[in-house]
């Protein structure tokens, strides 16, 4: 089984370590908090390092799941960064949702130094990881990609290569473009029912089947109802993610209104206190009826 290298072990990288590591491989893990690697190690009997450039020492692959783009560049090019110490050959798989300029940036370096870069954002929050269940979207080489593929699947239930190198980070971009809008309509939605009197859990146990039918309605929509928002992405997660695609929609000429809107009402959620708060809590700034 070839060895394995994790680098970040938040609330996504912890489980998805550990389906790796429960598949059988040797995992070397690194963690800025020392104190949840040690715990990791305790639960899934893998090795613990100091730097990520001793993490990333002897394993054929690396993978990471850092904040952004900033904590990206330090695990991988800082002075105690991975991508000093990976051999010819290896492959580095990047879960972080980052930017596409970073990707491509990485990418560049590792091609020099002869070794694989994957951009490879998921989806799917906490739960998804917690469950092995996540989709992973991928950025690079196939024979990269080929490489590192029967790892992934450790942890994912769906992956695909999109296309060169920034491509996963550009379709996690959509992603959350998608997320954003699906979550305000059906917060209004929800909301509406409300006030108009009707009994909003028959209306989504009709409408569900239909075409309004989504992973978020039929996820959320309960604990939206009961003004329970502490599962799964956080708001100050969510708007990193769509500063970063507002950004490259500038760059490329795209038009997000909706997008911009949205953002904008996490704002105010982060405002209100509610930074901690899951991404439905959308449905928070819209007034009920007495």
Not at 256 to 267: G, S
């Amino acid at each position: 089984m070839p060895k394995v290298s994790f680098i970040g072990l938040g609330v996504m990288g912890y489980p998805m370590a550990g389906y790796i590591a429960k598949a059988g491989h040797d995992v070397t893990v690194y963690n800025r908090t020392k104190s949840k690697a040690e715990k990791w190690i305790k639960e899934f009997n893998g090795k613990l390092a100091e730097t990520p450039k001793e993490c990333a020492s002897n394993s054929e692959f690396i993978f990471s799941c850092v904040g952004n783009d900033d904590d990206l560049r330090e695990v991988t090019t800082g002075v105690n960064g991975a991508f000093q110490n990976i051999k010819p050959g290896g492959v580095f798989v990047d879960n972080t949702t980052a930017s596409a300029k970073v990707a491509r940036e990485l990418f560049n370096i590792a091609k020099e130094k002869k070794f694989g870069f994957l951009d490879a954002p998921v989806s799917g929050g906490q739960a998804g990881a917690e469950n092995g269940a996540l989709t992973v979207m991928i950025g690079g080489n196939e024979n990269d990609f080929l490489k590192a593929q029967p790892i992934i699947d450790c942890y994912s239930k769906k992956m695909k290569l999109l296309g060169p190198s920034g491509s996963g980070q550009l379709a996690k971009m959509v992603n959350q473009i998608c997320i954003a809008g699906l979550v305000q309509g059906l917060s209004e939605g929800l909301r509406f029912g409300q006030n108009a009197g009707l009994n909003v859990e028959d209306v989504v146990e009709v409408i569900s089947k239909g075409a309004a039918q989504s992973w978020q309605m039929e996820n959320r929509f309960n604990t939206m109802l009961d003004n329970k928002f502490d599962f799964g992405f956080a708001v100050d997660w969510m708007r990193k993610d769509l500063a970063i695609a507002l950004e490259e929609a500038n760059s490329n000429g795209s038009k997000l209104p909706v997008t911009e809107i949205v953002d904008k009402f996490y704002k105010q959620i982060q405002k209100d206190g509610g930074n901690r708060f899951d991404t439905s809590s959308l449905i928070t700034l819209l007034p009920k009826k007495s």
